[in-house]
């Protein structure tokens, strides 16, 4: 079983690569700045990316 997360301003991933090192599986990232998330998508490519 492996646990999904959400991260919330999520910037360019910092957050994201602690819990993904840790074994969760990142399922939706979201920022308001476009270049966040164009930063996290390519860090991140198998993500869903949202500009909130």
Do not use: Q, Y
């Not at 991933?13 to 930063?39: C, F, M, P, Q, Y």
Request: proline share 2%.
């Amino acid at each position: 079983m492996s646990l999904d997360f959400t991260d919330i301003f999520c910037g360019a991933g910092g957050s994201s690569i602690g819990l993904v090192a840790a074994g969760l599986e990142l399922k939706l990232a979201a920022n308001h700045w476009d270049r966040a998330i164009a930063t996290h998508a390519d860090n991140f490519p198998a993500a869903d990316h949202l500009v909130a």
